[in-house]
Nanobody
Framework: QVQLVESGGGLVQPGGSLRLSCAASGFTFNNYGMSWYRQAPGKQRERVAL????????TYADSVKGRFTISRDNAKNTVYLQMNSLKPEDTAVYYC?????????WGKGTLVTVSS
């Protein structure tokens, strides 16, 4: 079965950096685009970045462009989110996602808190 396991969240000061990882299993990883979403308290879940199966095409939410970078290592079945210049408004639970055969699959999420 599809499994997505996020890691790398934590507490960071404004202006700092974090790298999130998502280990995937249960499907042919390089055949599918992968996304990172986030959900802040009291807000709807939003997609922050998407990478194609081959890793060459990437899209970002306007709120993170120029600060976040999505990448993937298909040999390791892992997708990453490098987050730089973090702001308090980036505080959220970050989720890894794959849309496969008509279904959305989600990890359990990892909490990122940006605070001084």
């Amino acid at each position: 079965q599809v499994q997505l396991v996020e890691s790398g969240g934590g507490l960071v000061q404004p202006g700092g950096s974090l790298r999130l990882s998502c280990a995937a299993s249960g499907f042919t990883f390089n055949n599918y685009g992968m996304s990172w979403y986030r959900q802040a308290p009291g807000k709807q879940r939003e997609r922050v970045a998407l990478v194609s199966g081959g890793g060459t095409s990437k899209t970002y939410a306007d709120s993170v462009k120029g600060r976040f970078t999505i990448s993937r290592d298909n040999a390791k079945n892992t997708v990453y989110l490098q987050m730089n210049s973090l702001k308090p408004e980036d505080t959220a639970v970050y989720y890894c996602n794959v849309w496969r055969q008509g279904m959305d699959y989600w990890g359990k999420g990892t909490l990122v808190t940006v605070s001084s």
